[in-house]
């Protein structure tokens, strides 16, 4: 047997990309970043094992993150050549900076209404960071309790 072996894991960068997955992402991505919803979004990437819904979203996010960032004043090289991890750690010190946030959330970890709804909000509050007390901190320990 020749050739490399892989793990199962996603890609996040365009230049692993094998597949082609990269041109819809980009495509995602600029659709996400240009709508602006009153009543909030849902967006569902469905197809079967397998098939890169994994390495869909994380090239989507990367992009999603790069262009957010590169909108408030960082520089494209420097950001663009970030590893994934550095790159989310920009992301996430800045994010007074920025409007845009990005709260990946994956129901199928949860049993219950209850659970789900609870876990939900106190997702989005850790991706929001919320300040403790504050109007929104208040209002999902409402609506999670």
Not at 50 to 76: D, H, P, Q, Y
Not at 97 to 108: A, L
Not at 123 to 139: C, D, N, T
């Amino acid at each position: 047997m020749t050739g490399r072996l892989f793990g199962d894991r996603p890609i996040s960068r365009p230049e692993d990309d094998a597949f082609g997955l990269s041109s819809f992402a980009d495509a995602l991505a600029t659709s996400l970043l240009q709508m602006s919803p009153q009543d909030g979004l849902v967006i569902s990437i469905e197809g079967p094992w397998g098939a890169g819904k994994s390495s869909a979203i994380a090239l989507a996010m990367r992009t999603i993150m790069l262009r957010v960032l590169v909108g408030i004043g960082e520089g494209r090289e420097e950001i663009e050549s970030l590893s994934d991890a550095d790159l989310q750690g920009r992301w996430t010190d800045l994010s007074k900076r920025r409007q845009t946030h990005i709260v990946r959330f994956n129901p199928w970890n949860f049993s219950g209404q209850e659970n789900l709804v609870r876990a939900f909000f106190s997702e989005l509050a850790s991706q929001l960071q919320f300040e403790p007390g504050s109007w929104w901190s208040r209002q999902r320990n409402r609506i999670a309790g």
